[in-house]
């Protein structure tokens, strides 16, 4: 892997729909068009046959000596004002991966790029388009009357791309002979930095329960109400956002309380309602599932202990997805031969990979993030970590094809 053509790559695309605020390459517009061009430039250089599914995803295939593929990528959508490395780092090292196998001759098996579309979800609130059509979890009917700020209907949008509700799940045919999906990406959070370590394989993406609780107490006047008559929503919620807090700590996982509106709002008034927004994440399923149920039980004596009532509505949720045994210590080892250390550790964001691990061996690397935030034009990584990730990712690459040829990775049907 050369990684200098990388960083090459990755800074031109930030200096073509890059700005002072950050990365603007949101999906299903003229920017997001603007960066699959340039990638495209880059993939017409090679020996590749390119195309674009029903679901609006890019395909680059490189022939292989055997049947069968291995397939790499990400997505070069970002949010608004987002950072110059997410997703893009994924796309542009499985560029250099087709490059550095074409100049090798024919790779044992093919290889395949795919770059997603709308993973982020930054116009219509729906992440994972692309891949979840490809999967075949994506409900349509779910997803067609969604509205951007405008008002325009995601079905309408999308449209305008070639891409017709009705047949995005063709793009399935994509997987037919595939053995492994492998993903490089930062990490978007201070896990490795914090360790002092450039980069790690990552065991699985964690699942995710979004509720929110729904306080009711009594609104009444701020004066008049002493604070023991008080049944005070807010009160009540923020008792609830302490306790939840803890549970987090005690599972080893994450509890977060995103944010809580009151009514009536106002400086005078004691909060007669409120609705605080709850997510929780895990790679274990039953630590998730105790999480959840600690998180109500939290939420209930909040709301005894203030005079309210409270309702936890489900809001979505998604299990943990492990991802392959054999991809993880191919992984591992490649991060080791790389100069970094072996060890693993889950994603606690949703990623792509997250979609093919529920139909093909996956595994995905991640590099450090530092400063240790994403979604945000602070988002950076030190030169020597992204050198040392992306090397990582070649050699994981490497592995899985000698893999696959010999029948270790079998043909997705």
Request: proline content about 5%; glycine content about 10%; some cysteine.
């Given at each position: 892997?050369?990684t200098?053509?990388?960083?090459?790559?990755?800074?031109?695309?930030?200096?073509l729909?890059?700005?002072?605020?950050?990365a603007?390459?949101?999906c299903?517009?003229d920017?997001w068009?603007?960066?699959?061009?340039?990638l495209r430039s880059?993939l017409?250089?090679l020996?590749v046959?390119?195309s674009?599914?029903?679901?609006?995803n890019?395909?680059?295939d490189l022939?292989?000596?055997?049947?069968g593929?291995?397939?790499?990528?990400?997505h070069?959508?970002?949010?608004?004002?987002?950072?110059w490395l997410?997703?893009?780092l994924?796309?542009?090292?499985?560029?250099e991966?087709v490059r550095?196998?074409?100049?090798?001759g024919?790779?044992p098996v093919g290889?395949?790029?795919?770059?997603w579309?709308?993973e982020e979800?930054?116009?219509?609130?729906?992440?994972?388009?692309?891949?979840s059509a490809?999967s075949g979890?994506?409900?349509?009917?779910e997803?067609?009357?969604?509205?951007d700020?405008?008002?325009?209907?995601?079905?309408?949008v999308?449209?305008?791309?070639?891409?017709?509700?009705?047949?995005?799940h063709?793009?399935?045919?994509?997987?037919?002979?595939a053995?492994a999906y492998l993903?490089?990406?930062?990490?978007?959070?201070?896990?490795?930095e914090s360790?002092?370590?450039p980069?790690?394989?990552?065991?699985?993406?964690?699942?995710?329960?979004r509720?929110?609780?729904?306080?009711t107490?009594q609104?009444?006047?701020?004066?008049?109400?002493?604070?023991?008559?008080r049944r005070?929503?807010?009160?009540?919620?923020?008792?609830?956002a302490?306790a939840?807090r803890e549970v987090?700590?005690?599972?080893d996982?994450?509890c977060?309380?995103g944010?809580?509106?009151s009514?009536?709002?106002?400086v005078t008034?004691?909060a007669?309602?409120?609705?605080?927004?709850?997510?929780q994440?895990h790679?274990?399923?039953?630590?998730?599932?105790?999480?959840?149920a600690e998180?109500?039980?939290?939420c209930?004596?909040?709301?005894?202990h203030h005079?309210?009532?409270?309702?936890?509505r489900h809001?979505?949720?998604?299990?943990?997805?492990?991802?392959?045994?054999?991809l993880?210590?191919?992984g591992?080892?490649a991060?080791a031969?790389?100069?970094?250390?072996?060890?693993a550790i889950?994603?606690?964001?949703l990623?792509?990979?997250a979609?093919?691990?529920?139909l093909?061996?996956?595994?995905?690397?991640?590099?450090s993030?530092s400063?240790?935030?994403?979604h945000?034009?602070e988002?950076?990584?030190?030169?020597d970590?992204?050198?040392l990730a992306?090397?990582?990712y070649g050699?994981?690459?490497?592995?899985?094809?000698?893999?696959?040829?010999?029948g270790e990775?079998?043909?997705r049907?």
């Amino acid at each position: 892997m050369n990684t200098d053509r990388v960083l090459d790559d990755l800074r031109e695309l930030a200096r073509l729909t890059g700005g002072p605020d950050g990365a603007r390459r949101v999906c299903w517009t003229d920017e997001w068009t603007r960066a699959r061009e340039f990638l495209r430039s880059r993939l017409d250089k090679l020996p590749v046959d390119i195309s674009v599914d029903a679901a609006g995803n890019l395909w680059a295939d490189l022939a292989g000596e055997q049947d069968g593929f291995v397939i790499v990528g990400s997505h070069v959508d970002s949010v608004p004002a987002g950072g110059w490395l997410d997703g893009a780092l994924g796309a542009f090292a499985a560029v250099e991966a087709v490059r550095t196998q074409a100049a090798a001759g024919k790779p044992p098996v093919g290889l395949r790029l795919v770059d997603w579309a709308d993973e982020e979800g930054a116009r219509f609130g729906r992440s994972l388009f692309g891949s979840s059509a490809c999967s075949g979890t994506l409900v349509v009917d779910e997803v067609r009357d969604l509205r951007d700020r405008d008002g325009e209907r995601l079905e309408d949008v999308v449209a305008r791309y070639d891409v017709d509700l009705a047949r995005v799940h063709e793009s399935n045919a994509q997987l037919r002979g595939a053995c492994a999906y492998l993903e490089l990406h930062i990490e978007q959070g201070p896990v490795l930095e914090s360790r002092g370590e450039p980069a790690a394989t990552v065991l699985g993406t964690c699942g995710v329960e979004r509720h929110v609780g729904v306080f009711t107490g009594q609104t009444a006047h701020a004066g008049a109400t002493p604070m023991g008559l008080r049944r005070d929503s807010f009160a009540a919620a923020a008792q609830a956002a302490l306790a939840i807090r803890e549970v987090g700590f005690r599972h080893d996982g994450v509890c977060t309380v995103g944010g809580a509106t009151s009514e009536p709002g106002v400086v005078t008034a004691v909060a007669g309602r409120t609705e605080m927004l709850l997510d929780q994440r895990h790679l274990d399923p039953d630590k998730l599932a105790a999480m959840l149920a600690e998180a109500h039980e939290a939420c209930e004596q909040a709301a005894v202990h203030h005079g309210c009532e409270v309702e936890l509505r489900h809001l979505w949720s998604i299990p943990p997805i492990p991802f392959d045994d054999r991809l993880i210590a191919l992984g591992r080892q490649a991060v080791a031969d790389s100069g970094g250390k072996d060890t693993a550790i889950p994603s606690g964001p949703l990623h792509d990979a997250a979609e093919m691990a529920r139909l093909i061996p996956t595994v995905m690397i991640f590099s450090s993030s530092s400063p240790p935030v994403s979604h945000t034009k602070e988002e950076d990584t030190p030169e020597d970590d992204l050198r040392l990730a992306i090397e990582a990712y070649g050699r994981t690459v490497d592995a899985a094809l000698a893999d696959a040829a010999a029948g270790e990775l079998p043909l997705r049907t």
